[in-house]
Structure formats: C-alpha cells, structure tokens
Nanobody
Framework: QLVESGGGLVQAGGSLRLSCAAS????????MGWFRQAPGKEREFVAA????????YYGDSVKGRFTISRDNAKNMVYLQMITLKPDDTAVYFC?????????????????WGRGTQVTVSS
C-alpha cells in the first residue's frame, strides 16, 4: 500500500514537500517514482529513485526545482518541490517498481497510491 500526503494549495513560487508511506512490501527492493496528472491530460512522469537511493531521474519540466529522496529505514519516499508554477497543478501519485530501478514509464510500476492534490495559484 502506498499513501501520499503533503499536497495542498500554494502560491506560485512557493514550496511543498510530498510524502509517500509504503507498507506491505519489502521497500528496499523497490524503485520508487512520482507521477502527476492534470485534468484532461495524460499521466506525466515527475521523478524516480532506485531502490538504494543512489540514482535519481527527473522529468524535463521539473529538473532543478523538484528533488526526490527516500528513507529506507522509514519506508518513505519524498518529493521536495520548490519554485512551484501554476502548470504544476495536478494530482501527484507515488508508485513502486518491483524491478528496483528508476524508470519514467508508468508501465514499469507495479503499485500506485491514490494521489494527493497539488494546486498552485498564480
């Protein structure tokens, strides 16, 4: 089970930190990713991290503004977001990949959370 938290309403230029709590899986075996989906748009890759946290990968639209990290002792993955823009408004989903690697493709992920809403006002 993956449960996201930390979403909310923020002004443009602001920051948010999303969290994802994992349970029921051997967390250290899984690569983790964040995706987002805005109304009327396809699900978009945001960031990914491999199972030991040694490698990360970002979508072009968030590079330099978002940082993914994980705490394997707590079974948690985080997404620190700064300099937020109205275009970042979306539901953000956490996902887990049994392969342990990091991937931008949603089909690489085996488990998904229900999402948390992020709204950035202009």
């Amino acid at each position: 089970q993956l449960v996201e938290s930390g979403g909310g309403l923020v002004q443009a230029g602001g920051s948010l930190r999303l969290s994802c709590a994992a349970s029921g899986l051997t967390f250290t075996n899984y690569g983790m990713g964040w995706f987002r989906q805005a109304p009327g748009k396809e699900r978009e890759f945001v960031a990914a991290i491999n199972n030991n946290g040694g490698n990360t990968y970002y979508g072009d639209s968030v590079k330099g503004r978002f940082t993914i990290s994980r705490d394997n002792a707590k079974n948690m993955v985080y997404l620190q977001m700064i300099t937020l823009k109205p275009d970042d408004t979306a539901v953000y989903f956490c996902a887990a990949a049994r392969s342990g690697g990091y991937s931008y493709g949603p089909l690489s992920y085996d488990y998904w959370g229900r999402g948390t809403q992020v709204t950035v006002s202009s």
